[in-house]
């Protein structure tokens, strides 16, 4: 045992250790491989539109512009998990 008390050994600690085995490989996806994502659903459950009233770059008023195109962005999100009891009699 040490003749240091505990509360003086700072708080420092050690780098943790990765047990991977180390690879010439590059991280993240590698080259040829074809990602996955979500798809776009054609009718979303809601709808939520975003008025713009500036530009975003010069920040120019866009009250008095038509609106030429949108862009759309999905988030999937989960509702509450509800339990279902079944209860078999017999």
Same mark, same amino acid.
Not at 22 to 32: D, I, M, S, V, Y
């Given at each position: 045992?040490?003749?240091? /008390? !505990?509360?003086?050994? #700072?708080?420092?600690?050690? +780098? !943790?250790?990765? @047990?991977? !085995?180390?690879?010439? $490989?590059?991280? #993240?996806? @590698?080259? #040829?491989?074809?990602?996955?994502?979500?798809?776009?659903?054609? $009718? /979303? &459950?809601?709808?939520?539109?975003? !008025? %713009?009233?500036? =530009?975003?770059? =010069?920040?120019?008023?866009?009250?008095? @512009?038509?609106?030429?195109?949108?862009?759309?962005? @999905?988030?999937? &999100?989960?509702? &509450?998990?509800?339990?279902?009891?079944? +209860?078999? %009699? +017999?």
């Amino acid at each position: 045992n040490s003749s240091k /008390p !505990p509360s003086s050994d #700072g708080y420092d600690k050690p +780098a !943790p250790k990765s @047990q991977r !085995p180390k690879t010439n $490989k590059n991280t #993240g996806g @590698q080259p #040829g491989h074809k990602g996955v994502t979500l798809e776009l659903v054609e $009718k /979303p &459950d809601k709808e939520i539109t975003i !008025p %713009l009233t500036h =530009c975003l770059n =010069c920040g120019h008023s866009l009250n008095d @512009q038509k609106v030429e195109s949108h862009t759309c962005h @999905q988030v999937f &999100d989960l509702d &509450d998990i509800k339990a279902c009891v079944t +209860a078999y %009699l +017999a």
